[in-house]
């Protein structure tokens, strides 16, 4: 599967890795401009690596929930457009706030993922990716209200914690839920564990039902 323009395989310490170009954010190695994207922080990355067809590409308008201080949202920043980046948390925005600095297109959100109405005349519609990593209860209702924000063909990334639905349930259980309300408003087009990566989680991805 082809990478998004702007991010690249690239040889650290002998191995093949993922990398975008930007100042670094996680005390991550750098080769020059290029900063290397660790797949083991970063389930977008694992979805990266795990060759599966997301779909994004440079320039690409991207809504990203859940974006802590910002490792993974940096570097969708460094290869897409204009990137809205949705964290609820006050301290870990601090850091996000920081990150965004140096990256003119990503726009840091004080908010809940749940409420998009409380962002929704900041965040332009007709966006081409909602990228959700958010570690909360009801992840597929966070993705079905955020759905208004994307333009017909465009793409849910998401990755689902089952720990954040049910600490004790089996995540089998808990992803085929997860699923079966996300497919009220959604096509899903791809499922992957990232277990490899990240314990317990689901990486889906799909596209808005018309
Ligand atoms: N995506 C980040 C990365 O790869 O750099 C890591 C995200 S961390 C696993 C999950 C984040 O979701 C936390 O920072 C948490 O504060 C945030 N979160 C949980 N519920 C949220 C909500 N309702 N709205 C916004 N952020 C939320």
Redesign the pocket.
């Known amino acids: 599967m082809s990478l998004p323009d702007g991010v690249e395989r690239r040889t650290f310490d002998g191995h093949e890795r993922l990398a975008t170009r930007g100042q670094p954010v996680y005390g991550e190695p750098t080769d020059g401009p290029w900063r290397l994207w660790d797949a083991g922080?970063?389930?977008?990355g694992a979805m990266l690596e795990l060759d599966m067809d997301v779909e994004l590409d440079g320039d690409d308008g991207v809504l990203y929930?859940?974006?802590?201080?910002?490792?993974?949202?940096s570097h969708v920043a460094d290869f897409a457009g204009p990137t809205y980046a949705?964290?609820?948390?006050p301290r870990?925005t601090r850091d996000l706030v920081e990150v965004a600095e140096d990256r003119p297109n990503l726009f840091p959100l004080l908010?809940?993922?749940?409420k998009p109405e409380t962002y929704a005349h900041v965040v332009e519609s007709g966006l081409d990716a909602v990228v959700q990593?958010?570690?909360?209860r009801g992840q597929a209702r966070?993705a079905a209200r955020n759905r208004q924000f994307l333009h017909d063909d465009g793409r849910l990334l998401a990755a689902i914690?089952a720990r954040s639905e049910d600490v004790t349930a089996d995540p089998d259980d808990v992803f085929e839920d997860v699923l079966a309300t996300l497919r009220d408003a959604y096509e899903v087009l791809e499922t992957a564990r990232l277990d490899r990566y990240h314990d317990d989680h689901l990486a889906v991805v799909a596209r808005p039902r018309t």
Do not use: I, M, N, W
């Not at 908010?111 to 749940?114: G, L, N, P, T, Y």
């Open positions: 922080r970063s389930k977008l929930l859940g974006a802590a201080s910002g490792t993974t949202v949705v964290e609820f948390a870990p908010k809940d993922a749940r990593d958010v570690a909360t966070v914690k």
